[in-house]
């Protein structure tokens, strides 16, 4: 294993009714006026909204807002509310929703503290120094930003979407009540589920094997998504199977699979999804289950070992050469990806192949990347074209 | 799964050399002044204990010290700390060392804040309001002292070994240096991996079933550890295995196996375990592999479903009855404890059958306690015999 720092100090208040627990923190961290940010309608259907909102009225605290965050979440949004903070004194963010309200909130507690354009902050141009509290909801699981410092924005003058990433920004507290995600659209859950495997993936893919333990912590992650995604398709309000869901969402991207590797993970299929996001406003998990399989096609030559390592602990494919496993292994994922009814053609997406060559040009502004395999702009080109 | 809430907000830096790392932590948080605690000969002959002294005298902060910390730490070694530190100003406990010394550091750093006699703590006569911020360096990897909340001390005039938990008493930061486990003897490896067991078998054999991607963690881990003891018995300063074994230990104590299960965990083996220790001093986890198969064979008829979970993720059984597996799992798992030459019976501690009914009666100050099954005085008599 590699040296590691493993510092997540967030509290997650998990199970229905948790928002009720939320109470305590706020009234022990004496806050008075919370920026409430959130997207749309969910969650008014979901009933997140009116448990905050209850909350916060009968605790007295002030909560100005703002919404109509989108999926893809935009600087522009984040500089409008850091603006309104600026104006106004406020003494935490609280994302009620999914990954692009929290990656938005912890956007606006950096920017908040900055004198500059907050976007400064993730060109690495300026560091965060200071950051807001974060209280957090969560309305989708996926991401597992209510869990890690992570914050992916967009920026569409700069055809960038690119990833802030600070031990100031962990939420405070998240609450994940799985109830609230009964009501999510069906594509929702397959994406959100993708996504979660993805995380897993590019850990256990990243070509460190050296420690089996944790290896085995990934696997058994993947494997039980395999289960739980199509349980969840089968019935929305299995509170068991949505539990499952949530907490292995929040564990996969919390920084413990990370835990001893070299690199803290591949993320090659993260960083051309993300172009894929960038320029056709694709849903996150739809572009990982197209650009995560080409790229495999891609790389697995390189060094089969943890392709077949993922055949033989998660999908019972024991004969064969490493690379015959490796194939199947992929094989096996795609088909995974396509019996639920997610995306594994950029095709599917209404993608041209004439985008291709632009596709290639945005995602190779986040080089250099890549663990496995160290990814050129010729990888990437021909990564996209096997995605075709 | 059932609610839970998650927060642990230890930073623990892992690897060799990682104790250069503690300085920026002790720097950024102003220490001046730390009581240094530890044990005997073994910080000085594993390097930990002038990799410290060095790191702090360069920084210019103090170290008093105190040491002669045994294992099966007395509550007289905590008051000597308290009075000490009541006397002159200290701004963090440092503890080198193994769980003793890191449960003594905790109970010292809630002491250091109550007026009365710190074992009220223990008795719940009174409750932590406040604590000294706890800066450690591990030297044994077992009890995950080091990643959680937990001091477990005994207080010999009252003939009682008790625990104490409050979010406060978690480590601020945590060193791991598996390097610092190469010098240990073979004995404490082998009790300490008996140890890290008996804390995921107690999570997994608590009769809670609802989250078969938690369970699936922790088999993860039982079955790792069955690899890695004999590895590093073969060779202890294997580093890799090291790593493994160091890292597991924290993970399987450090409340996350617990999320989301109805108890936070069965414990009965635990709390028989400590009788022994308090009562003939006998190592933590020699006490584990002689209770724990006994207490096994005493309840897996109650419910032998987890048992028989266990058979077929961790032991490979998979036929016959649910009874027929449980019962088998037990076999393999006491076959392995003999296996590493870690004693199954009271015998091979010299503990008397005569000695059945003081430790029957020191183990009742526990109850109530147990979640497979809620154990009685009767039962512990039972599974003493059992053990016999």
Known sequence: MNNFIW????????????????????????????????????????????????????LGIAFPEINDIKPNPRIDKVREAVARIKASKVDAVMPIGGGSVFDTAKAVAAGTFYDGDVWDLFEKKAQVKKALPIYGVLTVSATASEVNGISVIMNPEREFKTSLEHQLLYPAVSVIDPEFQYSLPEKQTIYGGVDII??????????????????????ALVRNMLRIIPELIEDPKNYSARCEYAWAASVAHSGFLACGRESRGDFSSHKLGHSLGMLFDIAHGATLSVVMPAWARHVYKY??????????????????????????????????????????????????????????????????????????????????????
């Open 7 to 58: 510092h997540n100090p967030t509290a997650v208040l998990f199970g229905k009714g948790s928002v009720s627990k939320l109470a305590d923190y706020l009234q022990a961290a004496n806050i008075k006026t919370v920026l409430l940010l959130y997207g749309g309608k969910s969650v008014f259907k979901c009933g997140a909204y009116s448990q905050v909102t209850d909350m916060l009225t009968k």
């Open 303 to 388: 060094n089969p070992v943890p392709f077949a390592r993922l055949a033989e602990n998660v999908f019972d494919i024991y004969d064969g050469s490493d690379e015959d496993k490796a194939l199947e292994a992929i094989e096996a994922l795609e088909d995974f990806f396509r019996e639920i009814n997610a995306p594994t053609t950029l095709r599917e997406l209404n993608v041209k192949e004439d985008d291709i060559e632009r596709l290639t040009k945005n995602a190779a502004k986040n080089l250099p990347f890549g663990a496995l395999k160290h990814i050129d702009e010729q990888d990437i080109n021909d990564i996209y074209n096997l995605a075709y």
């Open 198 to 219: 993805a995380h897993a993936l590019e850990r256990l893919l990243d070509g460190d094997e050296d420690s089996e333990f944790m290896d085995d912590q990934g696997y």
